[in-house]
């Protein structure tokens, strides 16, 4: 994946800018237009009893990358909020490396749908999400 | 809602038990027979770029949630893992009190449905879940 | 469910008057303000190889009752579309009656969400669905 | 896509056997270990009030071709059934040809994981399809 420099810039800031997304702990590792791929380590704080990644940060992933994705898709002043996410998980997931890969699957005038992969550090498929997203112009 | 006790008592040994689930800072208020409610607190740290909370973690409380009701009516040796997870994201949600309930829907003998209302401290209806979850045999 | 019959024969002259609807069987049994119940019998033509009902008819009525529920509760004018369904299988269907009965969850200016049951003849729940749908002005 | 041609035969005599899967009137083109291609005609009977193909049929369509990938990818005593359906309609799709791609995206002991491209005559992407499916031994 080629990074487009500015539009990494912008989602780096975004996320610097963002209380949340700057706890969670993630780097905009690539981002181009329709694009976005997220590094984030999975720790002992992540896990659940039986030791494994906790399903709902991995559903965090893949809506931070999707909405990322959107964001580099849309004009600078217009808005993007979830309305709708899925996620299918594969594999269990283990401490360590993972990597989320939101793509646009299509932009329309007020709703955008976007995918992702979430990734192991050898990048094996842990979880696959969707997501709908509606697209406003900018508040007044 | 009617608690049952032991059934309260079992799940908040278990959210005790579980890193990830003490680090999210969720309380179980109520708890009985494929019936869970949450109580859980969105602070600054939980807020995207609008001022809202992030989807992530209201799908979060949902799949726990969910989880938490599917644990309730399976064997006490068995185990559950969420499958699939679905969201819709029905209101912008502030900070402030979030409460997360989550209901069984069908428990078979590998696959147990729930569902899940995400709500704010007025008992407004921020989002709804449903999840998939495979139920197996202890593991040996 | 109390009916309003003013809804309930718009929404039968909808059914009656698009091909597919016709074609399909259906029967607006009792409808409201949000709210929509629809009979269908599930014939020899409807099994799969397993002697079962195909998933998609029952996805099929599930998006009917939703769209016909979020008919109810948009201004006349307006038109909606189903952007997103989900559908969980419950149980397996045999052949015999069919219900399913929408309902909206929420409206707003652009988007609208709804759910959806599907019953048996015992009104045993066969499957839930879950629809969002895009709300737009009328075609100039 | 090379297509297995026992693959491809074992699947269009189970079309054949359906009374659903014939009635529907759909054609079983490519087949291969865990990848298959339906064709299908949108006709007058399929279309909705706005003149569109109704949402339904095209669900029925990923999910038949998703079901029939996870087919090639089991064993042949084992039986699937769909869990869990969802749809993100991205395109209006008008009358004609209609093309669906199933893929396998994991196979797991119990549980399978597929999705699909419904595609217009020209390869436009209508919609996107996911599904879960329970995989179970032969019936004793």
Do not use: C
């Amino acid at each position: 994946m080629m990074s487009d420099a500015a539009i990494l810039d912008d989602l780096r800031r975004r996320v610097d800018d963002s209380p949340f997304h700057r706890g969670f702990g993630l780097t905009v590792e690539d981002a181009a237009a329709g694009m976005v791929r997220l590094g984030w380590s999975a720790k002992e704080e992540h896990l659940n009893l039986q030791g494994l990644v906790h399903g709902g940060v991995l559903a965090t992933l893949a809506d931070v990358a999707m909405g990322l994705a959107v964001r580099t898709a849309i004009a600078p002043g217009r808005r993007h909020v979830t309305i709708e996410l899925g996620v299918h998980y594969l594999r269990p997931a283990s401490p360590g490396d993972v990597h989320a890969v939101g793509r646009v699957v299509r932009v329309g005038r007020q709703i955008a749908f976007a995918e992702a992969d979430v990734l192991d550090g050898g990048e094996r498929l842990l979880a696959r999400g969707s997501g709908t997203y509606s697209v406003t112009a900018p508040r007044a």
